[in-house]
């Protein structure tokens, strides 16, 4: 006799960092539990489960998300970046930024790192020359457990130099 399990699924197609993910998940089933049981990407790290620290952030569809707000079957044809799909120039391991953040010690820990890198890979296409203000302002929107903050805004004005582009002046860098 069948055991009756109450669990329904639903299939999902999703690219992720490039690849065609199809996988059958419960509808409850958060993306950030999504990228990090079922394809095993732990770059994407749950901290607060209500999407104030931004350490879950990806991008969908090149917009920085929260993957603890979000279900796995809102991802559907969909396209996903986590923080492994970042992609290094031809001849280098690390992003340029990752590079940026090894250089000016702005890992931290490492915990909230990959959710930063994925907010400041958009914001960062969108203005590529940012204030330090407004580093600062989008940082806002995460927190560092060793509130190195300090570090994180020199590791992107350290990319934004390294990148050909100079700050603004006037942003008090």
Do not use: W
């Not at 394809?39 to 917009?63: F, I, R, W, Y």
């Not at 296409?125 to 940082?139: H, M, S, V």
């Amino acid at each position: 006799m069948a055991v009756e399990t109450g669990r329904q699924e639903k299939e999902i197609v999703v690219e992720v960092n490039g690849r065609q993910q199809r996988r059958a998940v419960e509808p409850r089933l958060l993306l950030s539990d999504f990228l990090r049981h079922e394809l095993g990407l732990t770059g994407t790290h749950v901290g607060c489960e209500h999407g104030v620290c931004g350490a879950c952030t990806v991008l969908m569809d090149g917009q920085a998300v929260r993957s603890c707000l979000i279900f796995a079957v809102q991802a559907h044809q969909r396209s996903l970046t986590t923080v492994e799909g970042l992609e290094a120039p031809a001849g280098r391991q690390l992003h340029p930024l990752q590079e940026a953040f090894r250089e000016k010690h702005g890992l931290q820990c490492g915990f909230c790192t990959p959710g930063i890198l994925m907010t400041l890979v958009p914001f960062l296409q969108e203005n590529p020359r940012p204030a330090k203000e407004e580093i600062r302002r989008l940082l806002s929107g995460h927190l560092c457990r060793c509130t190195g903050y300090l570090k994180i805004v020199e590791a992107v004005q350290e990319y934004v130099a390294g990148s050909g582009r100079e700050a603004r002046s006037g942003d008090g860098a």
